[in-house]
């Protein structure tokens, strides 16, 4: 359906986009009992609950 689609098999925090790169984000954050380890955040292992919308809200341009 997608031609030029691009597809990503891997976590969210895995996946490297530039900052300001989507219009709009729709997520349903995981609840995951374990944390993920970011340097671009000052606290180690962050809950992957909380990283997903930080990431998100980065990675939304301005006025999108």
Known sequence: ?????K?????FEKV???EEYFD???RN???GGYGVNNS???FPRVS???YC???SAELVRENG
Request: net charge positive; with cysteine; aromatic share 22%.
């Open 29 to 31: 954050f995981p609840f």
């Open 40 to 42: 671009k955040y000052n």
């Open 7 to 11: 597809l990503y098999n891997q976590g």
């Open 16 to 18: 490297i986009f530039p």
């Open 1 to 5: 359906m997608y031609g030029k689609a």
């Open 24 to 26: 709009l984000v729709c």
């Open 48 to 50: 992957i609950h909380n």
């Open 53 to 55: 919308p930080a990431k």
